[in-house]
């Protein structure tokens, strides 16, 4: 049933972890960390907005170097914040970085991404304990040199060049050699036999649209794969959205949220 609750939008920085904090007053379970894509923005999260409406708080995470996150960008490092957005979450209290309010939060959670923060949420499954359920938005599964695996139409490397020339700012690469070896498949920390076992017995709700040229139909379907090849006890189920392309907010349609908020809670 979707329904409407007290909202409250401010900021949180804690320890590496940054990012607009969706707090939602019912304080239901569990709250979320929202992992962004990749140059990601600071606009405002839709689904923070929706999800916190109906009782489930959200952190839209910043990426460590990126906005005004402190430290450099690496892949690894985009990882580790997400582990620790997560356990900060699950320590059941965040504070207004401005205001130094503190606000007490459902200390389960759910790990969400979008595009590059789907490959990221897979990657930090494998550290991470409690963490039963992934919610994916349009998700890089994996990347690799065979196009068919990983689905991706995107030049990556051209990705790195408009962040380090036009975004030198907001995003503070560090270890390109490092950013270079992930688009190309062979980055060490993103393989997949480190994070797969870290998938059984969890639950992923996937949500693609069926107009996403950016991440084809062929990288969820060899995920899967690759999950039966490993025998991975894993429940995953993937939503298509006929209309909807790579942007998640086109994914966020009545029927969506309404399997989503179901997700969420269990049914």
Same mark, same amino acid.
């Given at each position: ?15 590496? +972890? #940054?990012?607009? %904090?969706?707090? &939602?007053?019912? $304080?239901? =379970? !569990?709250? /979320? @960390? ?5 140059? *990601? ?52 209290? +965040? #504070?207004?970085? %401005?205001?130094? &309010?503190?606000? $007490?939060? =459902? !200390?389960? /959670? @759910? ?5 590059? *923060? ?62 270079? $070896?992930?688009?190309?498949? /062979? ?81």
């Amino acid at each position: 049933m979707i329904m409407k609750n007290t909202t409250k939008l401010f900021r949180v920085s804690k320890d590496g +972890v #940054a990012g607009d %904090f969706y707090f &939602a007053s019912s $304080s239901k =379970s !569990p709250s /979320v @960390v929202f992992l962004q894509g990749m140059p *990601g923005s600071m606009k405002k999260n839709d689904a923070g907005d929706f999800l916190a409406s109906q009782g489930h708080s959200l952190l839209n995470l910043e990426y460590p170097g990126t906005f005004n996150n402190s430290g450099v960008l690496t892949a690894e490092n985009c990882v580790h914040g997400a582990v620790n957005a997560v356990q900060l979450l699950q320590s059941g209290n +965040v #504070a207004d970085a %401005f205001f130094g &309010a503190e606000f $007490s939060v =459902s !200390p389960e /959670v @759910v790990l969400a991404g979008t595009s590059f *923060g789907g490959v990221v949420a897979l990657s930090a499954m494998a550290q991470l304990k409690g963490v039963t359920k992934l919610l994916l938005f349009s998700p890089v599964f994996l990347f690799s040199k065979n196009s068919g695996e990983s689905g991706l139409t995107e030049d990556m490397f051209g990705l790195l060049t408009y962040m380090r020339r036009c975004l030198p700012y907001t995003h503070r690469l560090a270890d390109e050699e490092g950013w270079q $070896s992930l688009f190309g498949g /062979v980055h060490p920390y993103f393989q997949a036999p480190k994070w797969l076992n870290g998938l059984n017995r969890k639950k992923i709700l996937v949500v693609r649209g069926a107009k996403d040229t950016s991440i084809l139909e062929s990288a969820s379907i060899h995920f899967q794969e690759l999950m039966k090849a490993n025998n991975v006890a894993c429940d995953i189920n993937v939503l298509t959205v006929e209309e909807g392309g790579h942007d998640y907010r086109t994914l966020l349609t009545s029927d969506v949220k309404a399997r989503v908020l179901a997700f969420l809670s269990g049914e």
